[in-house]
């Protein structure tokens, strides 16, 4: 496989997975270009490569700086803007993991906890109370381990995932 093939199979793999991420294929692909690219780059090349409007290029590109996976690197005699992805995997991985906790995670908390307002007394709102402490106690565990991979160090996980595996 060459590299330009390779290249475009996986921006355009990476935009689809993005889709599960809690984010639009096209700022997938474009997270994905500027992974995959060797210097910074400007939203016209951004353009030009994915076939995007300017629109869209630039909503995507604030977006994923508002995320923390892509920072604006100035280049020296240039007006343009340009953009260079982080590389650093296990921050991306963290990134990433920041915002579906807070998209998702946190506001599942919040309704769980007031949750904590139906009162049993009944067979079934006994059982609905009992479904809500169950589901409170497994999601503050989700996020208990979350915030954990998030304060982390990239190599807690390694050391972690050797140790289940021995």
């Not at 589901?135 to 990239?154: G, M, P, Q, V, Y």
């Amino acid at each position: 496989m060459q590299l330009s093939e390779g290249r475009q199979q996986f921006i355009e793999e990476w935009g689809k997975l993005s889709v599960n991420w809690g984010v639009n294929k096209t700022m997938g692909q474009v997270h994905a270009l500027l992974l995959v690219s060797n210097c910074c780059v400007c939203s016209d090349t951004v353009m030009e490569h994915l076939q995007l409007s300017r629109g869209s290029v630039n909503t995507n590109l604030r977006t994923l700086i508002d995320w923390g996976l892509i920072h604006k690197n100035e280049v020296e005699g240039e007006r343009k803007e340009f953009f260079v992805a982080e590389k650093d995997i296990w921050k991306v991985f963290k990134q990433i993991i920041k915002h579906r906790k807070k998209k998702e995670l946190e506001p599942l908390l919040s309704l769980l906890d007031n949750m904590d307002m139906v009162k049993g007394g009944c067979d079934d709102s006994d059982e609905f109370c009992k479904v809500m402490k169950e589901l409170r106690i497994f999601t503050k565990k989700a996020d208990s381990s979350l915030n954990s991979i998030i304060e982390s160090e990239n190599n807690w996980l390694t050391r972690s995932m050797m140790h289940v595996l021995r």
